[in-house]
């Protein structure tokens, strides 16, 4: 019996575990991280009229 506790106590903390660290990985990440790739210099179009 206190081994079927502990396993389901372990379960437990181990996916509250892994759903903190998606959680703190999310936030930590840059907001608008895409603005910066699909930002476009000046005559960036124009590369190909040579």
């Known amino acids: 019996m206190l081994a079927r506790r502990f396993t389901i106590v372990c379960l437990l903390m181990s996916l509250f575990g892994?759903?903190?660290?998606?959680l703190v990985a999310?936030?930590?990440?840059?907001?608008?991280?895409?603005d910066a790739a699909n930002s476009c210099r000046p005559n960036c179009m124009?590369?190909?009229?040579?």
């Open 46 to 50: 124009n590369h190909f009229n040579r």
């Open 18 to 22: 892994i759903l903190f660290a998606v």
């Open 26 to 34: 999310e936030t930590g990440r840059p907001a608008r991280a895409w």
